[in-house]
């Protein structure tokens, strides 16, 4: 797909991070961008960024969701990418013991579902409805329609100690990627997911200097996080480049998790 001014792209968690950094790459290239986010001060600040639109979204919530894209059609017309960036985590062991009190705990039930909710239900709910106005599109080069990108994690194939939730949310958004990439051959729609490793993003940049060298430095090369720019440039090419579809793409600098 050839990215300019008719291209609409709608980025999920466009507001920071991995999807802030897509947003502004499609809008570079040309494409208008609505941000989707529950953070309205930086989603705002991002799309009068780039010139776009901000619609204030839970991707947990159906309603808001449909108001969201009725939202950014009226504005900007029927989106032919979507990027999936909306996302979060939490840590609890399955099961466990508390160090000081010896006390026997497991993972909170409502928050390995929260984490579902958001990472693989919220992907999900976009990723279909998102779909479903591509449908009503007419067909490009090649026949293609659309093209969506889903963010999984290395941790859907190596999560570490207290990612049973996050581990399952993301592996779930890998395992979706082909059957939804077959439901949707039909109509010219391709579906790919970017495995990202450790990116330098605010969520990162909330750890301790010292917690960032670390898994710097257990990264094989390069021995650095990775940068939003270069999650960016693997979400744009898989819009770009008619060929991709149905892959899941680990982006990490040959890095396998150790258990914690
Ligand atoms: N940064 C990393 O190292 C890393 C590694 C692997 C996977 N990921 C995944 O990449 C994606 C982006 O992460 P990031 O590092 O850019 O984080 P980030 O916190 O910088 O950005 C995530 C954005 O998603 C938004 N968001 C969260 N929950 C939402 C919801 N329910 N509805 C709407 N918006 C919501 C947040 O407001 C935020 O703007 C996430 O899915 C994350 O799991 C990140």
Redesign the pocket.
């Known amino acids: 797909m050839q990215l300019d001014s008719k291209i609409v792209a709608v980025v ?10 897509t947003a502004r790459r499609l809008a570079a290239r040309g494409a208008r961008v609505a941000i ?4 309205d001060a ?2 705002q600040q991002a799309a009068d960024e780039l010139g776009g639109v901000f619609c204030k ?5 159906d309603d ?1 969701v449909d108001a969201a894209f009725a939202k950014s059609r009226a504005a900007l017309g029927q989106e032919r990418i979507l990027i ?6 939490n840590a609890f062991k399955t099961a466990g013991r508390d160090k000081k009190t010896g006390q026997i705990n497991h993972f909170p039930i409502d928050q390995f579902n929260r984490i579902i ?3 693989l239900v ?2 999900f709910r976009c990723l279909a409805k998102s779909a479903a106005g591509m449908l009503t599109l007419d067909p490009l080069e090649d026949g293609e329609r659309g093209a969506i990108v889903n ?5 859907a194939e190596d999560g570490q100690i207290g990612q049973a939730a ?1 581990s399952a ?2 592996g779930g958004v890998v395992g979706m990627t082909l059957p939804i990439a077959r439901d949707l051959m039909g109509e010219g729609i391709r579906v790919n997911t ?11 940049n909330a750890a301790p200097d010292n917690v960032k060298l670390a898994l710097a430095a257990s990264v094989p090369f390069p021995k650095r ?2 940068l ?1 720019e270069e ?1 960016a440039r693997l979400a744009v090419e898989m819009c770009e480049n008619g060929y991709f579809n149905g892959e899941d793409v680990r982006l990490d600098g040959a890095i396998r998790m150790a258990p914690r």
């Open positions: 999920t968690g466009g507001a920071s991070g991995l999807g802030l950094a989707f986010d529950f953070n930086q989603g979204v839970d991707v947990t919530s808001q999936n960036c909306a996302g979060t985590g909710q958001i990472n919220g992907t963010t999984a994690s290395v941790a996050y949310s993301k970017i495995l990202p490793g450790i990116f330098n993003t605010p969520l990162m996080l990775g939003p999650f």
